[in-house]
């Protein structure tokens, strides 16, 4: 057989062979189209029946091929980076009622489990947390302040919405807290007199000057008038209604 003759041959023979290949997929895709509802239950059939093999069978796949695994899926998304993003936020978007819906559903069948899980999660990363966020905030101090600031310019009217409904929905807890906390600070620092008021005007150098210049015979509203206060001030002073713990 010479060289052309067989060449011609392998060529007609790869020919038949795309042909039958493109016959037997159109079949393939012919069949599964009209037998699509048939061959999906019979599939679902098959995992159900089988599913504790199919998953000891593709776990021991994983494990014996994660990294190139990891590898593949890797590569796959460095390339594609674009095309999985815009299809991602497309998913997100066109679903995103149904994904909120069932996000919520999620949650509150699960509350418990969740707020367990936030706690123990919070308790075992609380440190580092704290810690990330501290870093954070020293090392970008102005930028935080300036967003917080703008924050609240922006949204002051919501904020003081937000507060104010927050107070009236629980006025008998803030109610309870601010009590507790001023009598605590009343048995920790005793009674707010003198100059830890913080209406003071005076302080104990100036209450017993102003006492000492009475006693010596200068008029009130000149000493009132010299430190800047009123005249009933001074005379309060002078006849100890005020300031009398000063001796």
């Known amino acids: 057989m010479s060289i052309d003759l067989e060449a ?17 997929a159109a079949q393939r895709a012919s069949y599964y189209a ?9 599939q679902k059939f098959y995992a159900i029946r089988n599913r504790e093999y199919i998953r000891i069978h593709a776990k021991k796949y994983y494990y014996e091929n994660r990294e190139r695994i990891a590898e593949r899926g890797g590569a796959y998304r460095a390339k594609n980076y674009a095309l999985i993003t815009t ?3 497309t998913y997100n978007f066109v679903n995103r009622d149904r994904i909120a819906a069932s996000g919520k559903k999620y949650r509150l069948e699960n509350i418990s ?11 075992d990363r609380r440190q580092s947390v704290l810690d990330r966020s501290k870093a954070y905030y020293v090392a970008n101090k102005e930028i935080v302040t300036i967003y917080k600031h703008a924050y609240y310019l922006s949204n002051r009217d919501m904020i003081a919405a937000k507060n104010k409904l927050w107070k009236a929905k629980n006025r008998d807890a803030v109610t309870a807290y601010h009590s507790a906390y001023y009598l605590a600070h009343r048995v920790l620092s005793g009674p707010v007199i003198g100059e830890n008021h913080k209406l003071a005007k005076l302080n104990r150098d100036l209450v017993i000057s102003i006492r000492l210049r009475s006693s010596a015979g200068e008029s009130q509203q000149g000493i009132a008038d010299e430190i800047g206060v009123s005249k009933s001030t001074i005379a309060n002073v002078i ?9």
């Not at 023979?13 to 037997?24: I, P, S, T």
């Not at 009209?34 to 239950?41: A, E, F, P």
């Open 8 to 24: 011609q041959v392998l060529a007609v023979a790869k020919a038949l062979r795309v042909r039958d290949a493109e016959v037997r």
């Open 34 to 42: 009209d037998n699509r509802v048939y061959l999906l239950d019979r």
């Open 87 to 89: 299809r991602k936020k």
């Open 113 to 123: 489990a969740l707020a367990k899980y936030d706690r123990e999660r919070y308790v």
């Open 239 to 247: 006849h100890r209604k005020s300031w009398a713990h000063v001796i």
